[in-house]
């Protein structure tokens, strides 16, 4: 789908929540979903469909690369809570090089991809892929991402310091792996596809060293996508980039250096202001506190219409294309199921 198909929604007024999670917390064997690539794509298909949306977004699950590397490098054990301290030894990643090369994922990988198949092939919806950020991916596999990265940006280099060269080696791996599920998904049919990157933030890069000079920020958050866009510019898919990280200027210039056909950003940042930071071409998503819609207390459904009329006021006024949405994905919480759809409601029907 070319670009115009997507600028062509945003000037209609399109408004579509992330909020796949929620269809598929409704099914009491949600679990089993997740293994199951027709039936994921069956409640991808009906998020679209509830959301009148054209575009069929799946499931954010973000830990689904994570178990995947894990797997590819022969460990079995630890899960989530799992961390490297140490390079995998040479045996570990020649096992990751052969896994990778024969598509030997997880179940839950393949899932994904094959939700993606069914869209493409059983619906006229615009099938979207998703992945994990490669740096966001790094920072799931060491137990102190932070320390390492001020290293780098102070100017110590693998060679200097052994936690840099964990963080290079992970990154390089999460970016092959990355590279590759998405492939995948193109092959499936993806036409647009989601790139998060939430930890590529003022949190894990110091915005003092950013400002003095350093390119930590461009070597390590944005140089893996780069590899990412030129993978998708050569397939004719154009990308989706969400980050709900609490950024710094020059962060969102190097965003806007990707080229996105969407770029979301959290509810952090005022759209209308970071429009003159965009160009033109990108639509600008976003960015209700989607992580708040839980709570009445936090936000109600009236801050939801209210802070609705003024993002598409506002957006309207500095003339630049816009999509109304959430800051991330609207996650299903126990209990208050009710309550954050009311406020999804409200998004979509605020006048």
Not at 75 to 95: K, L, Q, W
Not at 117 to 131: D, E, F, I
Not at 160 to 170: A, C, F, N
């Amino acid at each position: 789908m070319k670009r115009e198909f997507y600028l062509d929604q945003a000037s209609r007024g399109l408004r579509m929540p992330i909020g796949t999670d929620l269809v598929l917390h409704e099914h009491a064997d949600q679990a089993q979903i997740r293994t199951d690539g027709k039936r994921l794509g069956g409640v991808i298909v009906d998020a679209a469909n509830r959301y009148r949306t054209p575009l069929a977004i799946p499931l954010m699950d973000l830990t689904r690369e994570k178990s995947a590397l894990l797997h590819l490098l022969g460990i079995d054990e630890g899960g989530s809570e799992f961390h490297f301290s140490d390079v995998p030894s040479p045996a570990a990643i020649d096992r990751f090089d052969r896994g990778i090369e024969r598509h030997d994922f997880t179940p839950a990988i393949q899932a994904h991809v094959e939700s993606i198949r069914h869209v493409a092939r059983s619906t006229n919806l615009v099938p979207v892929g998703m992945c994990i950020g490669p740096f966001s991916l790094l920072t799931k596999l060491l137990a102190d991402p932070i320390t390492p990265v001020y290293f780098a940006g102070s100017g110590l280099s693998a060679d200097d310091e052994p936690e840099v060269k964990l963080l290079e080696t992970m990154l390089e791996l999460s970016t092959r792996l990355v590279l590759k599920i998405i492939q995948q998904q193109i092959d499936a049919g993806a036409t647009l596809m989601v790139i998060a990157e939430p930890a590529a933030n003022k949190v894990f890069f110091s915005p003092t060293q950013i400002e003095a000079g350093s390119d930590v920020f461009q070597r390590y958050a944005i140089d893996a996508n780069q590899r990412i866009r030129g993978l998708l510019r050569a397939a004719g898919v154009e990308l989706f980039f969400h980050c709900c990280g609490e950024l710094v200027p020059s962060m969102l210039r190097a965003f806007d250096s990707l080229d996105p056909a969407i770029l979301s950003l959290g509810s952090s940042r005022l759209l209308w202001e970071d429009a003159a930071l965009v160009r033109k071409s990108t639509i600008l998503y976003g960015n209700l506190p989607s992580k708040q819609f839980y709570s009445d207390t936090l936000v109600s459904v009236a801050d939801v219409k209210q802070r609705s009329r003024e993002l598409v006021g506002r957006m309207r006024d500095v003339g630049h294309p816009f999509i109304l949405g959430t800051e991330c994905d609207v996650l299903s919480v126990p209990g208050c199921e009710c309550t954050i759809k009311a406020k999804v409601d409200a998004l979509l029907t605020a006048g």
